[in-house]
């Protein structure tokens, strides 16, 4: 009985493997200045934000303004560059939502969904904090 299931179940751990290797960070931008505020504005789809890949200043609080286009709720979790969560925000569907945070030391601010699965099919990115 278990040669039965034996194979489809590498069949779906291949195809998550494959689905997570193919979810790489896009070309990266760079948080700007809007008014005096430093903003960034990014889509949440089925399994991605867009932009993944930005870069800020250390210290700057920034506005993140996400638009969920996708028929499902989803959610912003940010850590910190030691891996602490120090955000993490519901984004129902067709919503807008901002969210404010101030980036206070340099290094790798991870983002992800955290909803069952989206991460590992590719919600998720990063935040480069460099020096001013």
Do not use: W
């Amino acid at each position: 009985m278990q040669n039965k299931f034996k194979h489809p179940l590498i069949t779906c751990l291949s195809l998550l493997f494959i689905l997570s290797a193919c979810a790489s960070l896009q070309q990266q931008v760079t948080v700007s200045s809007v008014q005096g505020m430093n903003m960034i504005t990014m889509e949440a789809d089925s399994f991605k934000f867009t932009p993944n890949n930005i870069k800020a200043h250390q210290g700057d609080e920034i506005v993140i303004k996400i638009v969920n286009i996708a028929d499902a709720g989803h959610d912003f979790t940010i850590k910190d560059p030691q891996g602490r969560i120090i955000k993490s925000v519901d984004l129902p569907s067709k919503q807008t939502t901002e969210i404010r945070i101030t980036l206070s030391e340099a290094g790798e601010y991870n983002f992800y969904c955290d909803k069952p699965f989206h991460s590992s099919f590719g919600m998720k990115g990063q935040i480069e904090v460099v020096h001013k």
